[in-house]
């Protein structure tokens, strides 16, 4: 219980009762037994579905109640509210529930960590990797999260830039290939910018379809990753290229830069590039500027580092990086790639092999380690 205690699951679970037919003063008190029960019995017998075995248990007191308090009046209003006959309209209550989650009692860091843990189906280690920090850190933080909602309704919606955070989080992830979750952050960022006209839901929305349409050839048949230099580009999805340059170059023309927008206008150069080599390395250095600008991310300035090697040259590129802390993940391996192209493959190898130890994943260890070993093997040669 520790890494998902019930309350966390409040929203999802009373969201449930309330499309079923519960008033929402019935449901709350229902959950509430619900959650009672959950903390009696799940240190004993932890169930492998929380939110169904809650959605269970409090129906189950809802009906209870509802049958001990019953009357004629409620019933005839229950006759009254029954929803016509026909197909039931799909409900998704999934982006309401991030709002719900990102509460403004929460710092905007907190709200994002348990919004990731609690809705967004992400593991402590997924989300400590994504924030830079160690897992037990994490932990604590979401932990701490949970004990400043724990007392509070959730009658309160998050701010979208917190929710914005969540979905771009959960996009990355799913791309990663780590959990199927990109499909997803896609179809609620359309419901967001369905909802709400701001020009940062359109350039993560943008961000996310020019980075989902390169998904088929970033993987070889075998699993092994393919570098953007060396992808197929004609596996590449244009029509999703074309939507997603489409939002942006709308965005951009409302003049209120944000930081997804920066990303999304990187990420279209590299669509719009024919080739690796016709790739606009110098406007793309220039989106970086701003991306720092807006951000003072570290992983910014990283990617900045590897622009600026492909724009002016590895030297350039290394003299960037060591501006930087070498504790920055994928640090190692951007060094190795800069030295490779400066010619020291020696370096670029041994950088190579450590890199592959640092790996956040399977598929980054086994590229970087090919990698190690093609340099090494042409160092014997």
């Known amino acids: 219980m520790d890494e998902l205690l019930p309350r966390s699951l409040t929203p999802s679970v009373l969201a449930v009762l309330v499309r079923r037919g519960a008033d929402f003063a019935a449901a709350e008190d229902a959950v509430q037994d619900a959650l009672v029960e959950a903390v009696r019995v799940w240190p004993q017998e932890a169930p492998r579905d929380p939110k169904g075995w809650l959605v269970t248990v409090a129906w189950r007191r809802f009906l209870d109640a509802t049958r001990a308090d019953a009357s004629r009046r409620r019933r005839e209003d229950r006759f009254d509210e029954e929803p016509a006959p026909g197909p039931a309209p799909a409900v998704d209550d999934t982006l309401q529930l991030y709002f719900l989650c990102a509460h403004p009692s929460l710092t905007p860091s907190s709200a994002v960590a348990l919004t990731l843990r609690a809705v967004g189906g992400l593991t402590t280690r997924q989300i400590a990797r994504a924030y830079l920090v160690p897992e037990a850190t994490m932990a604590q933080r979401i932990s701490r999260a949970k004990r400043t909602v724990s007392g509070v309704r959730f009658d309160r919606a998050g701010d979208v830039s917190t929710v914005l955070r969540v979905l771009y989080l959960v996009f990355n992830e799913g791309y990663s290939g780590d959990v199927d979750l990109a499909a997803e952050a896609i179809r609620l960022t359309r419901q967001l910018a369905a909802a709400i006209d701001h020009p940062e839901v359109a350039g993560l929305l943008a961000l996310m379809l020019l980075h989902h349409a390169r998904r088929v050839s970033r993987t070889a048949p075998d699993g092994s990753l393919v570098p953007l230099a060396e992808q197929d580009r004609g596996l590449w999805d244009t029509g999703m290229i074309a939507e997603g340059v489409g939002i942006l170059q709308s965005a951009l023309a409302r003049d209120r830069?944000?930081?997804?927008?920066?990303?999304?206008?990187?990420?279209?150069?590299?669509?719009?590039?024919?080739?690796?080599?016709?790739?606009?390395?110098?406007?793309?250095?220039?989106?970086?500027?701003?991306?720092?600008?807006?951000?003072?991310?570290?992983?910014?300035?990283?990617?900045?580092?590897?622009?600026?090697?492909?724009?002016?040259?590895?030297?350039?590129?290394?003299?960037?990086?060591?501006?930087?802390?070498?504790?920055?993940?994928?640090?190692?391996?951007?060094?190795?790639?800069?030295?490779?192209?400066?010619?020291?493959?020696?370096?670029?190898?041994?950088?190579?092999?450590?890199?592959?130890?640092?790996?956040?994943?399977?598929?980054?260890?086994?590229?970087?380690?090919?990698?190690?070993?093609?340099?090494?093997?042409?160092?014997?040669?």
């Open 257 to 381: 830069l944000g930081e997804f927008q920066a990303q999304a206008a990187v990420a279209a150069l590299h669509a719009d590039a024919p080739t690796a080599g016709e790739t606009d390395w110098v406007q793309i250095v220039e989106w970086y500027d701003e991306l720092a600008g807006l951000t003072d991310s570290p992983v910014v300035r990283l990617n900045r580092a590897v622009a600026v090697g492909e724009a002016d040259g590895p030297r350039a590129g290394l003299a960037e990086l060591a501006a930087l802390s070498d504790a920055l993940p994928r640090h190692t391996a951007v060094a190795a790639y800069l030295h490779e192209r400066d010619g020291d493959l020696p370096t670029a190898a041994r950088l190579y092999a450590e890199a592959a130890h640092k790996a956040p994943t399977l598929a980054e260890r086994d590229h970087l380690t090919r990698q190690a070993a093609r340099l090494n093997a042409g160092l014997r040669r």
